[in-house]
């Protein structure tokens, strides 16, 4: 399985944007990039995928470098919702599983 | 309503029981998981089941056996429970996977089940 890199934790403020880094050097080209976020106590959740280019939906934008090997999450405006564990997950078309790492806690202070 | 829904959300049980975990989806989706985060929060896939049938199965000791009813269903049994056991166990579904290469589905999560196994 492609492996992916983040932080272990950012912190922002209230009606800030937030950029979540991720590395995946060795992303293949049927891999997408997904990112899901849990937040405390609940299962994770979906926010945005992508493959090539840059995405946006009502919850987040995701900008894809042009090799492919490093994407950022990025929020418009945190709220103290978005305080929750994110991670970015490489998935193969071909296969359904999702594979966690550690992610990124981010904090929102008010 | 909610999308996928796991029953119990806890469960408490001692060493040596058997337990069964429930989940069932509305969304009309083709595939269900089963994951499990450990008490350091690591999140992995158990079982896929797609349309029915078995289609992931990771190194899970055979203590663990999903079963699935129909498509709207995966139930999880666990046999013979042991303190490694204790985790929280999420069920989530999918649309079927994709035929073609720019085919990529999200994951529908169930809100949990915690298990705590003395």
């Known amino acids: 399985d492609a492996k992916t890199t983040q932080p272990n934790s950012m912190e922002s403020n209230e009606e800030e944007p937030v950029h979540l880094p991720c590395n995946h050097s060795?992303?293949?080209?049927?891999?997408?990039i997904h990112w899901y976020r849990q937040l405390p106590s609940q299962g994770p959740e979906y926010v945005i995928h992508?493959?090539?280019s840059n995405v946006n939906n009502r919850m987040a934008s995701l900008a894809i470098a042009e090799d492919r090997k490093s994407s950022t999450l990025i929020l418009h405006r945190a709220t103290l919702r978005d305080a929750a564990v994110y991670y970015c997950?490489?998935?193969?078309?071909?296969?359904?599983?999702?594979?966690f790492g550690t992610g990124t806690r981010l904090l929102v202070s008010p | 309503d909610t999308a996928v829904s796991q029953t119990p959300k806890y469960l408490v049980t001692q060493m040596g029981n058997d337990k069964s975990i429930k989940c069932e989806q509305n969304?009309?989706?083709?595939?269900m998981y089963w994951y499990k985060q450990d008490s350091k929060k690591f999140l992995k896939i158990m079982f896929s089941?797609?349309?029915?049938?078995?289609?992931i199965n990771e190194t899970v000791p055979n203590r663990f056996s999903p079963k699935s009813p129909d498509k709207a269903h995966l139930n999880l049994h666990i046999n013979s429970l042991e303190l490694g056991d204790s985790a929280v166990y999420f069920c989530?579904?999918?649309?079927?996977?994709?035929?073609?290469?720019?085919?990529?589905?999200?994951?529908?999560f169930g809100p949990g089940t915690r298990l705590t196994v003395t």
């Open positions: 992508g493959l090539t």
């Open positions: 089941y797609n349309n029915k049938e078995l289609i």
């Open positions: 969304l009309g989706h083709d595939t």
């Open positions: 997950i490489l998935r193969y078309t071909g296969f359904q599983k999702l594979v």
């Open positions: 989530a579904s999918s649309r079927n996977r994709g035929l073609g290469f720019r085919s990529s589905y999200e994951q529908y």
């Open positions: 060795t992303i293949s080209g049927t891999d997408y």
